[in-house]
Nanobody, 125 residues
C-alpha cells in the first residue's frame, strides 16, 4: 500500500482546510486509517482515525468538535476536514494505515504499518 497526503497550506487562525490521503494498492474495509501530526520540536501525535468502511471514528481531545475524519471507499481516499484552525494546529500531517483496531488502539502509532509522506499545515495568528 502506498499513501499520499495532500491539501496542506497556509491559513489564518479560524480558517479551514481539507486534507486528503489517497491510497494505492490493496486495502481492506476493516483496516484502520488515521491522521497524525508532528509540530517542530515535538513528537508525532495522533489526530483522528476511521476504518475504510467508515463508521467507527476516534479523535484526539485537542481536535474534537473542530476536525472531521471521513473516507470515500470507492476512491480509496481519506479526508480530514479541519475547521476553526488554531496556530497550535501547525504541523506536518501524515496519514497511516493499519489493521483492524478498536478504541484506544486506534491512537497507537505502533500499530500502523504504512505511512505516507506528510503535508504541511501552517496556521497564522
Amino acid at each position: 500500500v502506498q499513501l499520499q497526503a495532500f491539501g496542506g497550506g497556509l491559513v489564518e487562525a479560524g480558517g479551514s482546510l481539507r486534507l486528503s490521503c489517497a491510497a494505492s494498492g490493496r486495502t481492506f474495509s476493516t483496516y484502520t486509517m488515521s491522521w497524525y501530526r508532528q509540530a517542530p520540536g515535538k513528537e508525532r501525535e495522533f489526530v483522528a482515525a476511521i476504518r475504510w468502511r467508515g463508521g467507527s471514528t476516534y479523535y484526539a481531545e485537542s481536535v474534537k468538535g473542530r476536525f472531521t475524519i471521513s473516507v470515500d471507499n470507492a476512491k480509496k481516499t481519506m479526508y480530514l476536514q479541519m475547521n476553526s484552525l488554531k496556530p497550535e494546529d501547525t504541523a506536518v500531517y501524515y496519514c497511516a494505515e493499519g489493521p483492524y483496531l478498536i478504541n484506544t488502539n486506534m491512537a497507537d502509532e505502533r500499530r500502523y504499518d504504512y505511512w505516507g509522506p506528510g503535508t504541511q499545515v501552517t496556521v497564522s495568528s
